[in-house]
């Protein structure tokens, strides 16, 4: 008996699989080891393989690829309307074993060895910098316990925090004054974490054309490009440039019912991370074009959209617009061109 279609339940050492046959019957659905997963599939006939998209699944996906096998991977909450009954390890295999076959189901792009090494590098920068900023806020409010008011910003810590501690004339104790030595030497620290990060990541983009290429876009720059490039693979897998958008939750969510239109806030769906460095940059552009007088022969869109709504509406707007020239470039492999206006067919 020929089997067509698996699925598998991913997990650190105990695997579900479930197969079912050319007819969708059920051939199987069994545990196996992380020791025995290789061996069980090189000795099967190439067949599709659906996993959710959740931790090591690129890894599997690549390596279950080079057998011979055809590998999607599906979100996970787009796999939890098909499990039938109470949530176990192989009614999930049976429920992604039908997922997959679904010509509706959306299917999430595998990343390479490269993507997943770029991506971890932003990973952890991004964690360092949450330290750092948590640990910021902890030295202004352990200060403002002792009546001692640091503005926010880093810079201001690393700058007033010294002075506070050497002056004698505040009414910190002595050993007060040494933890918040250790604590600012530790803020230091992560700063420097950062920094030789973001220096990975800026070398990196350096040396990727399509990442280069994306630089040249108004509000991204060389650590949202090289984001960009290794979350979003093969642009050719999206079918245009709002479905990157709506990939980045950059589009309105809808209540619409009876032939009503009802368009709520942006969905907020997909990486927030990407998300959230697109609508930074796009803050940068208003920022500059509203307050240092540039861009305005480039960006009337945008100062069209500025005098019709406030800054946050135009900033999520200009994110969405970046994100399918993104997809534009990317797809066609083309040169970000200013005031660029497409040909009518």
Request: include cysteine; proline fraction near 4%; glycine fraction near 8%.
């Amino acid at each position: 008996m020929k089997i067509t279609t698996i699925g598998i339940d991913l997990a650190k050492n105990v695997f579900q699989v479930h197969g079912v046959d050319e007819h969708g019957k059920a051939v199987f659905n069994k545990p196996l080891k992380r020791e025995q997963m290789a061996a069980f599939f090189v000795n099967l006939p190439p067949c599709l393989i659906g996993m959710e998209a959740c931790g090591s699944a690129h890894h599997w996906s690549r390596k279950l690829q080079g057998m011979g096998h055809t590998v999607r991977l599906m979100a996970p909450q787009f796999v939890k309307p098909y499990v039938k009954t109470n949530k176990n390890d192989a009614a999930d295999a049976a429920a992604i074993c039908e997922a997959v076959t679904r010509p509706s189901m959306r299917f999430v792009p595998i990343k390479n060895v490269e993507q997943q090494g770029v991506l971890a590098l932003h990973r952890v920068r991004q964690g360092f910098v949450k330290a750092r900023t948590a640990q910021a806020n902890q030295i202004r409010g352990l200060l403002a316990e002792f009546g001692v008011i640091v503005p926010q910003g880093i810079g201001h810590i690393t700058q007033r925090v010294p002075m506070l501690i050497e002056d004698a004339a505040n009414e910190l104790p002595g050993v007060f004054r040494l933890l918040i030595q250790r604590l600012l030497d530790h803020l230091k620290e992560l700063d420097r974490q950062v920094q030789e990060l973001e220096a990975q990541i800026v070398a990196w983009h350096r040396q990727s054309d399509l990442s280069r290429k994306l630089g040249q876009i108004p509000g991204i720059g060389p650590i949202t490009a090289c984001a960009l490039v290794a979350s979003l693979g093969d642009a050719k897998n999206f079918k245009d440039g709002r479905q990157v958008a709506a990939w980045l939750g950059l589009v309105p969510r809808q209540h619409s019912s009876g032939g009503k239109q009802n368009l709520l806030g942006i969905s907020k769906r997909g990486d927030t991370y990407l998300r959230t460095l697109l609508i930074h940059g796009a803050r940068s552009v208003i920022y500059h074009a509203q307050n240092k007088g540039q861009g305005s022969a480039q960006c009337g869109w945008l100062h069209g959209v500025l005098q019709r709504r406030n800054k946050n509406v135009a900033a999520v707007a200009l994110a969405n617009k970046n994100a399918r020239v993104v997809w534009a470039l990317l797809a066609h492999g083309r040169s970000y061109e200013a005031g660029y206006v497409r040909e009518s067919v």
